[in-house]
C-alpha cells in the first residue's frame, strides 16, 4: 500500500477510485483525469437509468470504458460486475479511506444540497424527498451506514485479486498532498 507521500511506481493509465459512498470518488477523478489527461466516465451516470432502475446497457458500457487506454472511473458496482471488469484492466487503485465522519458530513451534504436544489442527476433522477430515509432501506444515507466498512475488508482482496498498487489517502489534507506531490510528479 502506498501513502500520500510515496512516489508512483510508474505513470498510471488506467486508475479505479475506491471508497465509500460519498468520500468523493467522482471529485478525485475529474481531479485525475485534468492531471494526468485520462477520460473520465463517472459510473454512476452508467449504473443508474429512468427511475433509479438499472440501465441494461450497464455492464456493455463498462467494457468499452474499461477497453480504453487511458481513462479514470469510481471502482464500485461489484455486485453488477462493474467492479470486475475495471479491476481487470486497471492499473492503479486510489482509495479514498476517510473516517466515517468525514464520510458521513459529506455525504449528507452533497444529499441534501442536491435535494433542495433538485439537482437533476443521471437519466432525470433526483435526491428523494428526506423523510425516505426513515422507511427507504436502500436510502443512500441508510446505504453509507450499512457499508461504510466494506472497501476495509474489500481493498486487500480485490488489490491482490488484480495485482494493483493502491494509493491509501486517509484524509482529504492526505488526497491535497498527493494531488501536488506524487501525483503531479506524474506529469513533472
Not at 73 to 83: A, I
Not at 168 to 187: C, F, S
Amino acid at each position: 500500500m502506498l501513502s500520500a507521500d510515496d512516489p508512483l511506481p510508474y505513470p498510471p493509465r488506467r486508475v479505479v477510485i475506491a471508497g465509500t459512498t460519498g468520500v468523493g470518488k467522482s471529485t478525485l477523478a475529474r481531479r485525475l483525469a485534468e492531471l494526468w489527461d485520462l477520460e473520465y466516465t463517472e459510473l454512476d451516470s452508467l449504473f443508474h437509468g429512468p427511475g433509479w432502475t438499472t440501465r441494461p446497457e450497464f455492464v456493455d458500457d463498462v467494457r468499452r470504458v474499461a477497453g480504453g487506454e487511458r481513462w479514470v472511473s469510481e471502482w464500485n458496482y461489484f455486485s453488477s460486475g462493474g467492479g470486475q471488469i475495471l479491476g481487470e484492466r486497471a492499473d492503479l487503485a486510489v482509495w479514498l479511506d476517510f473516517p466515517r465522519r468525514i464520510a458521513r458530513a459529506r455525504l449528507l451534504r452533497r444529499t441534501l444540497s442536491r435535494r433542495i436544489r433538485r439537482q437533476v442527476l443521471w437519466n432525470g433522477n433526483v435526491e428523494p424527498p428526506l423523510w425516505t430515509v426513515l422507511r427507504d432501506p436502500d436510502h443512500i444515507l441508510r446505504w453509507e451506514m450499512r457499508t461504510h466498512a466494506t472497501w476495509k475488508r474489500r481493498m486487500p482482496v480485490v488489490a491482490a485479486e488484480y495485482g494493483l498498487p493502491v494509493v491509501r489517502l486517509t484524509h482529504p489534507r492526505a488526497v491535497e498532498r498527493w494531488l501536488a506531490g506524487a501525483a503531479a510528479d506524474v506529469v513533472g
